[in-house]
T-cell receptor, first 115, second 117 residues
Framework: AQSVAQPEDQVNVAEGNPLTVKCTYS??????LFWYVQYPNRGLQFLLK??????LVKGSYGFEAEFNKSQTSFHLKKPSALVSDSALYFC?????????????FGTGTRLKVLA | SAVISQKPSRDICQRGTSLTIQCQVD?????MFWYRQQPGQSLTLIAT?????????ESGFVIDKFPISRPNLTFSTLTVSNMSPEDSSIYLC??????????????FGPGTRLTVL
């Protein structure tokens, strides 16, 4: 079965420090992996995706993610955190089932950037 | 990315009533989806809204409780029927356009926050 795991419910980081939000996946075949961010009382915003190619993917707001096939991971990173990065982050994998696609979301990680 | 709007943005309803949520996209898209999200928690897919045919429901969700319409490639509705407090959630519409400009990525609307008393 296809799945995504976000092992940390919450990550705290000081402003200006690098941040990492972890994601591991389990899929058959080549994975399509995504990161979304959700600010309070808002929908999900697309940050970045990995489909193929370079393992380091750059996205919106200075975020990047590294695809690691051997570790089945797709961790989200940013070199220098901002207080405004505080939000709920979701990792997702696109799964093909019965001729259609579905997205499977992780449980989410709340990022808190401290001033 | 697509511009997706949802109406209403929030509502407070009495148990036993029904609420219809609208989702409008600014361009034609192949796929439209409906999700439910408990505040601060993950997303659960309710169904895929198919244009011109019945929606495809996920396990645990049925058409009588969550009827869905998709009359064209830019619009869909989700009705939450005979509501109970357990239906209090955020309902999110999302889209993906296979083979088009929005291919391989799902984009989300702002959500509808529903509270059932």
């Amino acid at each position: 079965a296809q799945s995504v795991a976000q092992p940390e419910d919450q990550v705290n980081v000081a402003e200006g420090n690098p941040l990492t939000v972890k994601c591991t996946y389990s899929v058959s075949g080549n994975p399509y992996l995504f990161w979304y961010v959700q600010y309070p009382n808002r929908g999900l915003q697309f940050l970045l995706k990995y489909i193929t190619g370079d393992n380091l993917v750059k996205g919106s707001y200075g975020f990047e993610a590294e695809f690691n096939k051997s570790q089945t991971s797709f961790h989200l990173k940013k070199p220098s955190a901002l207080v405004s990065d505080s939000a709920l982050y979701f990792c997702a994998v696109r799964s093909r089932t019965s001729g259609t696609y579905k997205y499977i979301f992780g449980t989410g990680t709340r990022l808190k950037v401290l001033a | 990315s697509a511009v997706i709007s949802q109406k209403p943005s929030r509502d407070i309803c009495q148990r036993g009533t029904s609420l219809t949520i609208q989702c409008q996209v600014d361009s034609q898209v192949t796929m439209m989806f409906w999700y439910r999200q408990q505040p601060g928690q993950s997303l659960t897919l309710i169904a895929t809204a198919n244009q011109g045919s019945e929606a495809t429901y996920e396990s645990g969700f049925v058409i009588d409780k969550f009827p869905i319409s998709r009359p064209n490639l830019t619009f869909s509705t989700l009705t939450v029927s005979n509501m109970s407090p357990e239906d209090s959630s955020i309902y999110l519409c999302s889209v993906e356009d296979w083979g088009g400009a929005l291919t391989d990525t799902q984009y989300f609307g702002p959500g509808t926050r529903l509270t059932v008393l």
